[in-house]
């Protein structure tokens, strides 16, 4: 099963939206990415991973599907790229793994280096935003499975990450 990383504060900032929203009340901007995460997950054959910085490792965030997706926050002392590595050296295969971000030079580079692929975060929320209108849209026929997506878009070649920066 793949599985991805999503670097949360860095995909907010992502999205001209959740970026303002984050100013007025970051509860709520992290509770929106881990929803729209949970709606995109919810009958695909993905888990995902939502790593915050701060609070000690405590969440405050109650959207979990259990086997599908989680939320962690760093411990105190560790940031969220710290963590993030953290799950891929635990992990036993890291090239299972897809972690969005926008660092490309950090922890891009460090993932990568893994074995893991790497997404810039524009492009995994045209992703799943994508996912959301076609199935709203009612063209499930046209849907391509998520895990045949990922494959394809990643096998390979680091080059393809910089194609949609564009």
Known sequence: MQKIIVDGYNVIHADERLKRLIRQDLF??????????????????????????????????DIEIPGKLQVLFSASGQTADDLIIEILETSSNAREYIVATSDMADIGRTAR??????????????????????????????????????????????????????
Do not use: C
Request: glycine residues 8%.
């Open 28 to 61: 709520e901007a992290r509770r929106k990415l881990v929803e729209r995460l949970a709606g995109y997950l919810e009958r695909k054959n993905l888990q995902a991973t939502v790593v915050f910085d701060g609070r000690g490792g405590l969440t405050d965030v």
């Open 113 to 166: 280096a893994m074995g893991a692929q790497v997404v810039e975060s524009r492009a995994f929320l045209a992703r799943i935003d994508q996912k959301k209108r076609q199935i709203e849209g009612n063209a499930p026929d046209e849907i391509v499975e998520d895990v045949d997506y990922w494959l394809e878009r990643f096998r390979g070649s680091d080059d393809l990450n910089h194609e949609e920066e564009k």
